[in-house]
């Protein structure tokens, strides 16, 4: 019997999204506080637990690359007993690193697991997909290097040739629009919720 959800669910939910906002901003207590304990997290720039990225983002903080996340409304979908959810969120990625004069824009969609635990929904995984990226030039046209950039998928290229500049690199190939890495997530995540992949 499927459980009725509540519009505060879904507020709720919301709220954890919009919540890395405390990223952008250097609020590392409340960043913590959208993770259940033993969530992970799996971006360009970092794969593992939840809160060593968070002790991560912090240092990130610290050098000459600034982000700023754009966040829009999520996607959600409840599982039938109203425990669990998986929402898909668009955001913009704002990356600047200030000595290289260099940035970019990149749109993606996180994928997350999120579970009500003691009547408190929180992430347990968060995944992204890339769908495109774009330099940015805040100082004035710098030169680039296209072999480096054509390096990754170019749903993402820009943004990992930032992230690698500026001592973050991406390692390994990520989910993109349409990829079988896009498939394959969403699958295992309805699959977790226990409802058919919604494509």
Not at 84 to 90: G, K, L, W
Not at 150 to 170: Q, T
């Amino acid at each position: 019997m499927r459980k009725t959800t509540t519009l505060q669910d879904r507020q709720d939910i919301a709220d954890l999204m919009t919540g890395w906002i405390h990223r952008d901003l250097g609020r590392w207590d409340r960043l913590r506080e959208l993770f259940h304990p033993g969530a992970q997290i799996e971006i360009t720039w970092f794969e593992g637990a939840a809160s060593d990225f968070v002790d991560a983002s912090a240092r990130m903080a610290a050098t000459d690359l600034r982000t700023k996340h754009l966040i829009t409304s999520p996607a959600v979908t409840f599982s039938a007993d109203g425990s669990r959810a998986v929402s898909e969120t668009n955001a913009v990625i704002i990356a600047e690193n200030s000595s290289l004069g260099l940035g970019c824009n990149g749109h993606n969609r996180f994928v997350d697991r999120i579970e009500r635990r003691d009547g408190v929904w929180r992430i347990v995984d968060r995944k992204s997909v890339y769908d495109f990226a774009t330099f940015t030039f805040p100082a004035g046209i710098t030169d680039i290097a296209p072999e480096r950039v054509a390096g990754h998928p170019c749903e993402y290229g820009a943004l990992a040739y930032v992230l690698d500049l500026s001592g973050f690199p991406v390692l390994r190939t990520f989910a993109t629009k349409g990829s079988e890495l896009e498939r394959v997530i969403k699958k295992s995540a309805f699959a977790w919720l226990g409802e058919e992949d919604q494509g």
